[in-house]
């Protein structure tokens, strides 16, 4: 007898059960990127975060410790905790129609900063400079941005002096041949 005769026996329902666990479904999402894996850098210790800066939850697989949920991965959150190897991040999460703000505290090797607020700090710079230069010359400026608005579609006229017919070259074996 083998060890497998002596095994019981399962239905095909079974056979494989739906694992629904912490990490279930986290192959990919937590696996290390290619090239990536080894040490990690000092920089991710070395960074100062204070309260109410933006971070990315952007999971490490190769620590464990202080990993977030699943569901936290790819999200940005505000700091509004700062402990010795751990951020408090509060981060928006969609539960049904409901949008709860969750409080967690994650790893500082699974957090990153955030690069959402670059354009809007750097469009206020350049609106505070535009507002200071319009108050000395004594003009009025709007900060509004304008719309994009609808991409131009359709056939743009052309002269007819610049509409040039172009027709295929006919291909003549005989001339070839000889």
Known sequence: DTLSDCAPRRSASQAMPRGLG???RTRDVFSRPFRQ???????????????????????NGAIHKGMPHKCYQGKTGVVWNVTRRAIGVEVTKIHREKQLRKRIHVRVE?????RCRDN???RRASNDKAKQEAKASGTKISTKRPVAGQPRVGFELVPSSEVETLTAVP?????TVK
């Open 171 to 175: 291909y003549d074996i005989a001339a």
């Open 120 to 122: 809007f700090l750097a």
């Open 22 to 24: 912490r990490r279930a």
């Open 37 to 59: 894996k080894g040490f990690i850098n000092l920089t991710t210790y070395l960074r100062e975060y204070r309260i109410g800066d933006y971070v990315d939850i952007k999971v």
């Open 110 to 114: 699974h957090v990153q900063p955030s």
